[in-house]
């Protein structure tokens, strides 16, 4: 059985635990179809190269491409994520949602690229694969696979995913560090009396 799959929206979801971004994503299939499943493995890419990027961007993504008289090879695209879901039955065609959890971990190349960008829209593919389950004209239990060649398309605005990460973590940034660093400046910290992370690293920056 073969399926069709179209990105159409995308959204913060409102009231979830963590930052989540939902994608409405539409799926297409014969018109008599009776699907009693599907099994959708979904990997999400970025697709980079199809944007442009202003002056400010550049400095920003230094990390991740390099120099921006290099990027006519290192610029490339990235992987965001993976992520599954379990469609239920549905006939002919179906809108489900696709939810897609978000990290500010800046040691995480998604998150760099997304944070590196002052506005306009991220260009995005979708690569799906699995397992269709439906009902033979008999009434048979039937499966098919998807292909990797099905895909989808969609420019996500820089906005959306900015006021996702913000309404969990307003005004703040995330910041890796090797646990032994890490007691260091706990130590510091202690060592010096300080009331706030802030005010360690004003400290430390001043010195």
């Known amino acids: 059985m ?10 913060r979801m409102p009231y979830a635990a963590g930052p989540t971004l939902s994608f409405t994503l539409r799926i297409d299939g014969p018109q008599d179809a009776d699907v ?19 002056g400010a961007d550049h400095d920003k993504l230094f990390d991740l491409f390099g120099r921006r008289e290099d990027w006519g090879t290192t610029l490339r695209t ?8 379990v469609v239920p039955p549905f006939e002919g065609s179906t809108v489900v949602d696709l939810n897609v959890p978000c990290t500010y971990d ?18 995005l593919e979708f690569l799906f694969s699995g397992t269709v389950f439906f009902s033979a004209p008999d009434g048979r239990l039937q499966t098919s696979r998807i292909s990797w060649e099905q895909d989808a398309e969609y ?5 959306v995913w900015k ?17 032994d660093s890490f007691d260091r400046l706990v130590a510091y910290k202690a060592r010096h009396a300080l ?5 360690v690293v004003d400290a430390l920056m001043e010195e």
Do not use: C, M
């Not at 073969?2 to 959204?11: H, K, Y």
């Not at 009693?36 to 202003?54: C, N």
């Not at 990235?78 to 879901?85: I, K, M, P, Y």
């Not at 800046?106 to 590196?116: C, G, I, N, T």
């Open 106 to 123: 800046l040691e995480v190349a998604a998150s760099r690229y997304f944070d590196a960008l002052g506005d306009g829209d991220v260009p």
């Open 195 to 199: 009331p706030t992370w802030d005010d």
């Open 36 to 54: 009693r499943s599907v099994l959708l493995d979904t990997q999400i890419q970025i697709a980079a190269r199809r944007r442009g990027y202003e």
């Open 2 to 11: 073969e399926l069709e799959f179209t990105v159409t929206d995308a959204a």
């Open 163 to 179: 006021e996702t990460l913000e309404r969990h973590f307003p005004g703040t940034a995330w910041l890796r560090l090797p646990k």
């Open 78 to 85: 990235l992987l965001w994520t993976r992520t599954t879901l």
């Open 155 to 159: 420019r996500l605005p820089v906005r």
